[in-house]
């Protein structure tokens, strides 16, 4: 009886063991800081984490639609071009321009990683914050992030 007891006590402890969830670790943030053109390429300013090294963002889609007269709501697919493999990211954002005294936009949305080629990144999600002041035809996008 005592041997069994003690059995019951050990597939207990171990079902316990076994049914709390597993805490990892949340990978640090990673940010990029591209200068958006609208007229042609989109270097990549700035960039820490995984995404260092990377050089540029081309647009693969983008669509835009007007909700307001001050506001543009844009999605799509941007392809971020790095030394070990490509990445692609979808993204919603919205372009919200202020008034004629202060005519510059700011961007604000999500984004999320959809396929990489590069396999130091697999996966994540962030925001995206962008400002046009000091940018003329352009927009300055940070985007920050986990990604593992």
């Known amino acids: 009886m005592k041997h069994i007891r003690i059995a019951a006590i050990a597939a207990a402890t171990m079902i316990g063991l076994t049914a709390a969830p597993a805490h990892a670790a949340l990978p640090p943030v990673s940010t990029f800081v591209v200068v ?5 390429g989109s270097p990549i300013i700035e960039a820490d984490g995984v995404w ?11 669509v835009g639609n007007q909700v307001s007269p001050s506001r543009v709501v844009f999605s799509g697919v941007k392809e971020v071009v790095c ?6 990211i979808q993204y919603a954002a919205e372009l919200n321009f202020r008034s004629a005294e202060n005519s510059f936009g700011k961007t604000s949305g999500t984004w999320q990683l959809i396929d990489s ?3 130091g990144i697999n ?4 925001t995206v914050r962008g400002t046009s002041r000091n940018c003329d035809g352009c927009i300055v996008d ?7």
């Open 83 to 88: 030394p070990d493999g490509n990445v692609l």
């Open 142 to 148: 940070t985007f920050s992030g986990r990604v593992v």
């Open 52 to 62: 260092t090294g990377c050089t540029e963002v081309r647009d693969i889609s983008n």
């Open 123 to 126: 996966e994540g999600a962030g």
């Open 117 to 119: 080629d590069n396999p």
């Open 36 to 40: 958006t053109s609208f007229a042609g």
